[in-house]
């Protein structure tokens, strides 16, 4: 059985959105902490990793959110070790309210094993997987799906790494780039004629029900990102939003995000068909 860690946490104010949710990107922010706290626990916090010369870096996070989280809410993240592959290793992570067994959101992260003097990765070490009670096999992972070639019209915008963007690590922490593609997807809907106050007007909201994220390089404070967007796979209330994070000056390819994004009724939360003249407006930016 691997190692299970529980983390309490109460839903702060600041961590809320304007439907008075516990923001999507709060869940990065949330497992982060909690991994952080179980590699404590098993004995390898930040001060042993810094004896040793090395740390974890994240390759790659999927996210299912299932039920809302609201203000001063308690809930428990609890999370395990997967597997352990030669640098790389999976963790898991479940959500519930205190006292409740429903589950709020599931995700994983992949997590690979660098050295500081090379930032490359090397060999997971055999102590630290029997100090994680980690299994060595698993199924395997599912790829990040592959975007379709792009529509017409591909929405972009810019932005520059500011200092409070920026972790311990010197880059750009993960669950920034959360806050970049919820930008970047609230400036798509005005672009097209539907910002939020115009929804809100019509009685639905769209919400993200799952991200799936693949990080490839880190950005560091000062550098200019692009954010570019577009949707594919539209269905009767859903469809996926592909987001591609790029340096501006080289061009490179810094993260990728597909987040399913489901049509609901804000009276009910429940999901709706996604309106004719909205998806009629969004025609140039959505993948046939």
């Not at 949710?21 to 869940?27: G, I, L, R, S, T």
């Not at 001063?72 to 997967?82: A, G, L, M, P, Q």
């Amino acid at each position: 059985m691997p190692l299970i860690y529980t983390r309490t946490f109460r839903v702060r104010f600041t961590e809320c959105d304007a439907y008075g949710h516990a923001n999507n990107v709060q869940y990065a922010r949330y497992m982060q902490e909690a991994a952080f706290e179980a590699s404590a626990a098993a004995g390898y916090d930040f001060s042993r990793y810094d004896a040793i010369g090395t740390y974890w870096l994240v390759r790659e996070s999927e996210i299912e959110y299932l039920r809302p989280l609201r203000y001063n809410e308690s809930f428990e993240v609890r999370t395990w070790v997967v597997d352990f592959r030669r640098v790389r290793s999976r963790r898991a992570y479940e959500f519930r309210k205190v006292g409740e067994d429903e589950l709020i959101a599931r995700a994983s992260t992949d997590w690979v094993y660098i050295d500081n003097a090379t930032g490359r990765p090397i060999a997971i070490p055999s102590a630290m997987i029997a100090a994680f009670e980690g299994v060595t096999e698993a199924p395997p992972r599912d790829p990040f799906p592959a975007p379709p070639a792009p529509p017409a019209r591909i929405f972009r915008m810019r932005r520059r790494v500011m200092w409070q963007d920026i972790d311990g690590a010197q880059h750009v922490n993960n669950a920034v780039y959360l806050s970049y593609v919820e930008d970047c997807g609230m400036e798509v809907l005005k672009a097209f004629g539907w910002p939020v106050t115009r929804m809100n007007d019509e009685g639905f909201g769209i919400v993200v029900r799952k991200h799936h994220i693949q990080y490839l390089q880190p950005a560091v404070y000062d550098d200019e990102v692009e954010i570019a967007t577009y949707a594919y796979a539209m269905k009767r209330a859903s469809a996926i939003r592909y987001y591609a994070i790029t340096r501006v000056n080289d061009g490179a390819l810094l993260a990728q995000v597909a987040s399913l994004c489901v049509w609901v009724d804000l009276s009910t939360g429940q999901p709706i068909r996604v309106p004719p003249q909205f998806r009629s407006d969004f025609l140039p930016n959505v993948v046939i």
